[in-house]
């Protein structure tokens, strides 16, 4: 471990209450709005055919997306099948198996495997059984890492699961765990439709722990219904107390246009939009007392975990499944609506149940659209990457990889910077941008400078700061 000193984050309401705006989250940049129908199977299959012509390959990350649940959480934005009809399951998994067996054909020779998720939906909604037989069956295509190299997790929801379920599915091959809370007080959880013990949750967390899961993290919502200072300091008392290794505290982005389960929130329980502030302040405040570093975009981690680890070496990297400590890695996703980034592309599988077996059934894989990325998305990309992921970005090392003058290629965006660096967001150095712990938190907005479609769109008349105001969240 190197004495760069760990990162820190200043929480400044008035320069987020005036910043805040629609932006993305940068899963992926370009972002998945700007995917296209044109891009298809036989795309897909041309940008995997040149990354054999490459040599030697690098490990895969894939995911896995069970999209199941028994109950709907009514803020849920997730793409999702609510269902207690189990044999709904048995049949997608039939067509998974078939997703995964072209896959492994095409990524034979070339298929180290080094990052594993599994999200949902819910992943537990699966069996045992059911779990056991999809995990032998990727082994069967796909060459893992050995536990101690690879990165196995699991998203779960502590209402499916028991101690033995916990064990069992780390004798299965998972080595990370996160599990939903949002939150322990009842009132909210029933104004959610998320009934959930903290009993129940806390059993689950120490179940992990005596398992040996290597990691484990919990996830929370700020800006619920019903929720109040009151109570979001008592379920920061209940999570400091259970002493998770990574906790991801999420804005609740209120979007019914969208997403229809969240037509059953009653909008006059939501919280103000200063009371949301006041409770991400106090959160922030609980957590970096507490000792976890902030990790950036949400995200915060014990100063040991992997996470933490690897931003101080400048090794993290972030991809749909969030901060990881594979960089760079193709990763291949299997399931409905999942998202697989290949050589420079991203390919969508279809994001109803119906067109992805349909699409199966064709004898090909489920591939709905895509984007094939140009150099200057690539080079972009890159830029986003280091910032999200490090909070700063060396000039001279990306002129080495890029055949670019940093300052003439990106004129335009470093006159947009020097305005955040009035504002105390970050400094601007001969060979260096770096974010100042004031701009961490405003990091989306910080990126979108060097989003060129975004440009794009606002050259088109779009009014600034309404940049896609019904397609993307509030970066704050």
Not at 29 to 53: H, I, M, V
Not at 156 to 162: A, G, K, Q, S, W
Not at 374 to 395: G, K, P
């Amino acid at each position: 471990m190197n004495s760069i000193a760990e990162p820190t984050v200043q929480f400044d309401a008035g320069l987020i209450s005036r910043m805040s705006t629609s932006g993305p989250r940068y899963t992926s940049y370009p972002t998945a709005d700007r995917f296209k129908p044109d891009f298809s199977y036989s795309s897909f299959l041309e940008a995997q055919a040149n990354l054999r012509l490459r040599g030697k390959p690098a490990p895969l990350s894939l995911y896995v997306h069970i999209p199941f649940c028994n109950v709907v959480c009514y803020y849920c934005a997730c793409n999702k099948v609510v269902t207690k009809d189990r044999s709904k399951a048995a049949t997608y998994l039939g067509y998974l198996k078939q997703e995964i067996d072209m896959q492994g054909k095409l990524f034979a020779g070339m298929n180290r495997v080094e990052q594993l998720h599994f999200g949902g939906g819910t992943p537990t909604y699966l069996d045992d059984d059911q779990m056991g037989e999809l995990l032998a069956y990727l082994r069967k295509h796909f060459d893992f890492a050995p536990d101690d190299e690879g990165e196995y997790s699991i998203e779960i929801d502590p209402r499916t699961v028991d101690a033995a379920r916990i064990h069992t599915l780390r004798k299965q091959g998972f080595n990370r765990v996160s599990m939903g809370v949002q939150d322990f007080d009842p009132a909210v959880q029933k104004a959610v439709n998320r009934i959930q013990p903290a009993e129940e949750t806390l059993a689950v967390i120490q179940a992990a722990r005596d398992a040996g899961f290597r990691s484990i993290s919990v996830d929370l919502i700020y800006g619920l219904p019903k929720q109040s200072m009151t109570t979001m300091q008592a379920t920061m008392d209940k999570v400091i107390e259970a002493d998770p290794d990574r906790i991801a505290l999420y804005n609740y982005a209120h979007m019914p246009h969208l997403f229809k389960p969240q037509r059953r929130i009653a909008e006059d329980e939501l919280p103000t939009p200063a009371v949301k502030l006041d409770m991400l302040a106090l959160c922030i405040d609980r957590l970096t007392k507490a000792g976890y570093v902030y990790i950036g975009m949400d995200h915060f981690a014990k100063p040991d975990d992997d996470l933490a680890v690897a931003q101080r070496q400048g090794r993290l990297h972030r991809n749909f499944q969030g901060y990881s400590t594979h960089a760079e890695t193709d990763l291949v996703a299997l399931g409905v609506s999942a998202i697989s980034s290949v050589n420079g592309t991203y390919s969508q599988n279809e994001k109803t149940l119906d067109e992805y077996y349909a699409r199966l059934d064709e004898g090909r894989l489920p591939i709905a659209r895509g984007y094939a990325m140009d150099n200057d998305d690539l080079l972009r990309r890159m830029v986003i990457q280091r910032l999200m992921c490090n909070f700063e970005l060396s000039i001279s090392a990306l002129e080495l990889g890029y055949p670019i003058r940093f300052k003439q290629y990106f004129a335009r965006e470093l006159e947009k910077l020097r305005e955040f660096e009035a504002d105390g967001l970050l400094s601007m150095e001969d060979d260096w941008i770096s974010v100042t712990p004031k701009g961490r938190l405003l990091i989306r907005n910080i990126c979108m400078v060097f989003d060129r479609h975004l440009s794009a769109d606002r050259a088109a008349g779009t009014a600034p700061g309404q940049v896609h105001p019904l397609r993307f969240s509030r970066t704050i």
